[in-house]
């Protein structure tokens, strides 16, 4: 059985950033298709879900959707000395990420955008204006004047569009629990044999835990790595009293943003695009100012003015990703002695500046050309409160 339908923008993919991209849009006016292949928003969620504090301070989210702020951060050594740091402002939050996707998604569909679930990609017609979907045994064919690739780390959308693809990669694992009784903190550690060329990890928001490792792929295997590093913090965390309610793990790229992210055809947003700190692999704040960015590239676009996608490039952003790049070769490269003299150097009076500055400072991804959806937005979250309380009164 075959039908068609027709839009303005399909974006494939609808996690973070095909949400975000797809509200966007549909604020400026554009009708947009978001297919996604699984049934529910939230039945598969990668990400731990941090969001530092310039997202927070940027843009217009959700309320409720992450437990108390953190403001301590502590990183240890190899050889677990550590080093704790105190900012004064709120710098973290984990965003409870399947609230947020539904929020997001009833956002989505308010503005009008045509939800498609349980529905998968299946490729471009040969004219690249039609996009194909599998819906059990349902045909779908999309008359569409663009295609948003917001599917993953291993696009298949990049690779029917002809763009650039994900070449370099983490892969992470994380257990989450509820009961830890530790105080609100990210702790960080450098732990070569858990966690080859990345690190270990322990975020608490005084609600739940995320305790994971991420690395290199080929040089170690993240569930045993997850199990002896959670065994190993002895009370560095009291996880004694806490239950383990789920557990996460993905892939996730690490060359920084793609240089051919655009086409006259489509372009792409968040992992697909590589839209995530070659050194952190935070990939949140990035997802989110380059679904804006691509918002804004696109309808002008579509509204007569292509050569509104020339800069949605990864060339754009090299500056700030480019000293990134070299951390992240550094990082693959140390090893344990160099990873501690370093730690020891950052706790000197001196030098702790500079530990504070990577964990607290304003860097981030840089800043998009797309205000005019951020107010639109504000206006009409603002409208649809008015109009609540009116029809309660």
């Known amino acids: 059985m075959r039908s ?9 993919g609808a996690g973070l950033a095909g949400l975000w991209t797809a509200r966007s849009l549909a604020l400026r006016g554009l009708r947009v298709a978001l297919v996604e292949a699984q049934r529910a928003v939230d039945a598969r969620v990668r990400t731990t879900g941090i969001f530092v504090r310039r997202t927070i301070e940027d843009f217009e989210m959700p309320a409720g959707m992450s437990g108390a702020p953190i403001r301590r951060v502590v990183l240890y050594s190899p050889k677990r000395r550590a080093l704790e740091l105190v900012s004064s402002r709120d710098e973290f939050h984990i965003a409870d990420m399947r609230a947020l996707c539904r929020a997001l998604l009833r956002d989505c569909r308010e503005a009008g955008v045509m939800w498609l679930p349980g529905t998968r990609y299946d490729g471009l017609c040969a004219q690249g204006c039609c996009v194909c979907l599998e819906r059990g045994t349902r045909r779908l064919d999309v008359a569409a004047r663009f295609i948003v690739g917001a599917d993953g780390a291993r696009s298949r959308v990049a690779a029917d569009l002809d763009l650039s693809r994900n070449s370099r990669f983490i892969v992470g694992a994380e257990d989450i629990y509820h009961g830890c009784s530790s105080a609100p903190a990210l702790h960080c550690f450098l732990d070569p044999d858990n966690a080859p060329g990345y690190i270990a990890w322990v975020a608490h928001d005084g609600s739940l835990a995320h305790v994971g490792v991420g690395g290199n792929p080929a040089l170690f295997n993240p569930r045993a790595s997850l199990l002896r590093f959670t065994r190993s913090l002895n009370g560095l965390v009291d996880l004694a009293r806490a239950v383990r309610i789920e557990r996460r793990a993905g892939l996730i790229p690490v060359n920084g943003v793609l240089e051919r992210i655009a086409c006259g055809r489509g372009l792409l947003v968040g992992d697909a695009a590589g839209a995530v700190s070659p050194l952190t692999a935070g990939g949140l704040d990035a997802c989110v ?10 309808s002008r676009a579509l509204g007569g003015e292509p ?6 490039r990864g060339s754009s952003f090299e500056p700030r990703f480019a000293s990134r790049r070299w951390m992240r070769a550094a990082l693959d490269a140390a090893s344990p002695p160099t990873l501690e003299l370093a730690c020891a150097f950052l706790r000197l009076p001196a030098a702790r500046f500079l530990a504070e500055r990577f964990f607290f400072g304003e860097g981030s991804f840089p800043d998009a050309p797309a205000t005019h959806s951020q107010r639109m937005d504000r206006a009409w979250r603002a409208a649809h409160v008015a109009g609540a309380l009116n029809t309660t009164h």
Do not use: K, P, Q, T
């Open 4 to 12: 068609a339908l027709d839009c303005d923008v399909a974006v494939i």
């Open 289 to 298: 100012r380059l679904s804006e960015f691509a918002a804004h590239a696109a």
């Open 307 to 312: 050569e509104s996608l020339a800069a949605y």
